[in-house]
């Protein structure tokens, strides 16, 4: 059985750091992608990040490129988010996600296991 726990979210200011860590168990993150996405009320879950299987390779959309860093823990079997110069625009509800294939994909709809997500609240 596939558990996916985030959590490090929380209340911070316009320009601060956050990181978040998403612990997994049943499910090896040196064998699939991992991801994160996050979700505004009233809007679709969306992609920020994501690490390829071998740990090789990250993706970011343009909207937190050079601000977030995907990167996991294979020995912790942990996955984080590290997010800087935080704008009250990353305000949303954040989930990491695991696909049970080589590839990343931005859809949501692509991805089998997800967390319960983890508040993150940018004030300005």
């Known amino acids: 059985q596939v558990q996916m726990v985030e959590s490090g979210g929380g209340l911070v200011q316009a320009g601060e750091s956050l990181r978040l860590s998403c612990t997994v168990s049943?499910?090896?993150?040196?064998?699939?992608?991992m991801a994160w996405f996050r979700q505004a009320p009233g809007v679709r879950r969306e992609a920020v990040s994501c690490?390829?299987?071998?740990?090789?390779?990250?993706y970011y959309p343009d909207s937190v490129k050079g601000r977030f860093t995907i990167s996991r823990d294979v020995a912790k079997n942990t996955l984080y988010l590290q997010m800087n110069s935080l704008k009250p625009e990353d305000t949303a509800m954040y989930y990491c996600?695991?696909?049970?294939?080589?590839?990343?994909?931005?859809?949501?709809?692509?991805?089998?296991?997800w967390g319960q997500g983890t508040q993150v609240t940018v004030s300005a």
């Open positions: 996600a695991a696909r049970l294939t080589r590839y990343c994909s931005s859809f949501d709809f692509d991805w089998n296991y």
């Open positions: 049943g499910l090896s993150l040196d064998v699939y992608p």
């Open positions: 690490i390829s299987w071998n740990g090789a390779t990250a």
